[in-house]
């Protein structure tokens, strides 16, 4: 499972509060996502990262924001959450093995309700 | 329009039977990825090929990078084979995945 933990696991919360979805890898992978997963759509990125303090834009990056200021450690917030962004997310890594084979690793989820 | 489309949406078969689950998509690529994720929820990789054929116990995954199509297949299924089959593809950019919508596979006893 390359060492991928997310936190918390589930989380209920309102509308207009800012929540922070904790991804941690222990392998210090250089690549880390963060992904939404909604019935009727596959995974749509959200944010991912290359190193420290680089991040980049997903597809459905509006509302959220990044942080990556250690190499473990990749946080995803929710300034004020909507009820559009209840979802399941998805925390995942990605790297390059000596055969050249990209391998890609997931967290278990994180089931997140807004009401 | 998703640059990666997967078919059929759903499957159910009776245990035993040969399954194939296609994927399209509409971008060149290097490289395809094809994941499981059970009920529980969990997503696992099965492979990531880029050329021909690779095989894991019961799992044969091929493409064809000219027809820009790769095929999933389980051989002699088993009921806890009963998962959402996933396939992904780059995207526009060299480390941003593009997903399919799943297959969700359901194998009887």
């Known amino acids: 499972d390359a060492g991928i933990t997310q936190s918390p696991r589930h989380k209920v919360t309102e509308t207009g509060t800012p929540v922070t979805l904790r991804c941690h890898q222990t392998?210090?992978?250089?690549?880390m996502y963060w992904y939404r997963q909604d019935p009727g759509h596959g995974l749509r990125l959200i944010h991912y990262?290359?190193?420290?303090?680089?991040?980049d834009k997903g597809e459905v990056s509006d509302g959220y924001s990044v942080s990556r200021s250690k190499t473990e450690d990749f946080l995803l917030t929710l300034e004020s959450a909507t009820s559009s962004q209840t979802s399941v997310y998805f925390c995942?890594?990605?790297?390059?093995?000596?055969?050249?084979?990209?391998?890609?690793?997931f967290g278990s989820g994180t089931q997140l309700s807004v009401l | 329009k998703n640059e990666v489309e997967q078919s059929p949406q759903n499957l159910t078969a009776q245990e035993g039977e040969f399954i194939t689950i296609n994927c399209s998509y509409s971008?060149?690529?290097?490289?395809l990825h094809w994941l499981q994720q059970h009920p529980g929820g969990g997503i696992v990789s099965l492979f990531m090929?880029?050329?021909g054929k690779k095989k894991h116990g019961r799992l044969i995954a091929t493409i064809n990078i000219q027809e820009k199509h790769s095929s999933l297949h389980i051989t002699a299924s088993h009921p806890r084979d009963s998962a959402v089959y996933i396939c992904?593809?780059?995207?526009?950019?060299?480390?941003?995945?593009?997903f399919g919508q799943g297959t969700r596979l359901t194998i009887n006893p």
């Open positions: 995942a890594i990605s790297y390059t093995n000596s055969s050249t084979n990209e391998k890609l690793f």
């Open positions: 392998e210090n992978h250089r690549y």
């Open positions: 990262s290359y190193g420290v303090k680089d991040t």
């Open positions: 971008v060149g690529i290097s490289a």
């Open positions: 090929l880029s050329s």
């Open positions: 992904a593809a780059p995207g526009s950019g060299a480390q941003k995945l593009v």
